[in-house]
């Protein structure tokens, strides 16, 4: 019998498992396609490549301010998409080498529940003293009537094209929407965003969907906000999408349409029932404070729980689950301090409560600013929009950092560190950033909250 049998080889299974055999644990990881889950395979990573091209793409466009002329450009999707699909092979098979060399055994097959100590795969049972459930998520489909036409794709289906579209509808202004309506924009598409919420990217500070929304009209890429999609209907010139807009009625009409509506559990096949795991109503797996079902023995982590559904939480409620498992007293994740990235043009990257939150909450805070237009080095980058917002509470205490602008993935992480530690700004304050960086971008916006900052002029009184 073994000590632990995964279910879902993912950022939340694959580093479960690993860390399980360091705990000493007799560990079973069960995958139905290639380890790395969706981030790997048809997310994060894949989108993070074309991601790249696209910014090589712009670059280029760009090249006459840096005094180099390209007489030509001509872009290939397939050898994109080649590209992309050797780093992800590369980084699979890396994944699968590790997990092997910690001990981890792989068994590749479709995993359900027989009870809570018998795992049924592909025929042959598999007995075990505890279970993880890391199955992730996949693409929601909305209730859209047309939805089912060729031509309509999940964010799965628009990586693996060869061909960039030449006019592509996004039905969805979240992460995922404007991640591809930026890539290809940049790929040669005619981009048009539909979102059904007043602002794209709704869930972040609002300041920084506004500003986003600019950036995207600079990039041109048509945006309609408190929009309705009605239908999708095929006609002579393409997919149309019929659209109750806030000025009435409206067709946007393309070549492919993606739905990037969000996410939702992966749980076919499990046979939760059969055991008497509970989920709530939209589907996620219910968990306790230590990822145990209310099935004794039980666990789930990742995606299929719900939450914020990002692989870097994934991975560490793997890991938390896994030492509560093996009986060790491991810190708690620190939810108030998780950092979300949005790879678009500009980058977006965040942690923390937002303006909109703290207001709702009644909590009194201050805010500080700094634009990447001041930032010695973002001008000599030329990438000069947008601005490090920092939020503060009556006490100084920093509990938000929002970034818009150039790496902004990579700022946040000293964002980050300030929520999760729950430091003041005198802490931070002296902290001495290099010159020139992007980083001093952070520092005078955390001067900024109590208007203290060298490179903003000062506040009108």
């Known amino acids: 019998m073994k000590d632990l049998v995964v279910i879902g080889g993912g950022p939340g299974g694959y580093i479960a498992a690993i860390r399980a055999r360091q705990l000493g644990l007799d560990v079973t990881l069960i995958e139905k396609d290639a380890v790395g889950g969706t981030c790997l395979n048809r997310g994060c990573i894949p989108t993070k490549a ?144 539909i979102e059904y919420q007043p602002s794209v990217l709704n869930i972040l500070d609002k300041e920084i969907g506004k500003r986003m929304g600019v950036f995207l009209k600079k990039q041109k890429i048509t945006v309609h906000t408190s929009a309705a999609v009605q239908s999708i209907e095929k006609t002579n010139d393409g997919l149309e999408v019929q659209v109750e807009g806030k000025k009435g009625q409206l067709v946007c009409t393309g070549d492919m349409v993606l739905v990037a509506g969000g996410r939702k559990p992966y749980i076919a096949g499990l046979k939760l029932e059969k055991v008497g795991i509970e989920t709530d109503k939209r589907g996620f797996i219910t968990v306790d404070d230590n990822y145990q079902t209310n099935v004794e023995g039980i666990y789930a982590i990742g995606d299929v729980i719900g939450g914020q559904m990002l692989a870097h939480v994934a991975s560490e409620e793997g890991i938390a689950a896994v030492e509560k498992i093996a009986g060790s007293n491991g810190e708690k994740l620190h939810y108030n301090a998780v950092p979300s990235c949005i790879f678009t043009f500009p980058e977006i990257a965040t942690v923390g409560m937002t303006e909109e939150a703290l207001k709702e909450s009644g909590i009194n805070y201050k805010t500080g600013k700094f634009l990447f237009a001041a930032n010695g080095k973002a001008m000599t980058m030329g990438e000069t929009d947008g601005f490090v917002k920092i939020i503060a509470d009556e006490n100084d205490q920093i509990i938000g950092v929002h970034i818009i602008g150039p790496h902004a993935s990579d700022l946040i992480l000293e964002g980050t560190m300030l929520v999760k530690n729950q430091m003041k700004t005198s802490q931070v304050i002296g902290t001495i950033h290099p010159h020139p960086t992007l980083g001093e971008a952070m520092m005078e916006a955390i001067l900024d909250v109590n208007q203290q900052a060298i490179h903003v002029a000062p506040r009108k009184k």
């Not at 793409?57 to 301010?65: A, L, R």
């Not at 792989?106 to 042959?124: C, F, R, W």
């Not at 628009?158 to 592509?168: A, D, F, G, N």
């Open 50 to 193: 074309y991601f790249k091209n696209a910014g090589v793409i712009k670059t280029i466009t760009e090249s006459q301010e840096y005094g180099v002329e390209v007489s030509q450009l001509n872009f290939d999707m397939a050898t994109a998409k080649a590209r992309k699909d050797k780093v992800v092979s590369s980084l699979v098979s890396g994944i699968k080498q590790l997990l092997l060399a910690n001990g981890v055994e792989i068994i590749k097959g479709e995993a359900s529940l027989v009870d809570k100590n018998t795992i049924l795969v592909d025929g042959q049972e598999l007995k075990t003293e505890k279970i993880l459930l890391a199955t992730g998520s996949v693409p929601s489909l909305l209730p859209i009537k047309g939805i089912e036409l060729e031509g309509v794709m999940t964010s799965d289906d628009i990586l693996e094209l060869s061909e960039v579209p030449k006019r592509l509808v996004i039905i969805g202004g979240g992460v995922i929407g404007l991640e591809f309506a930026c890539i290809f924009k940049a790929f040669g598409s005619e981009v048009t965003v």
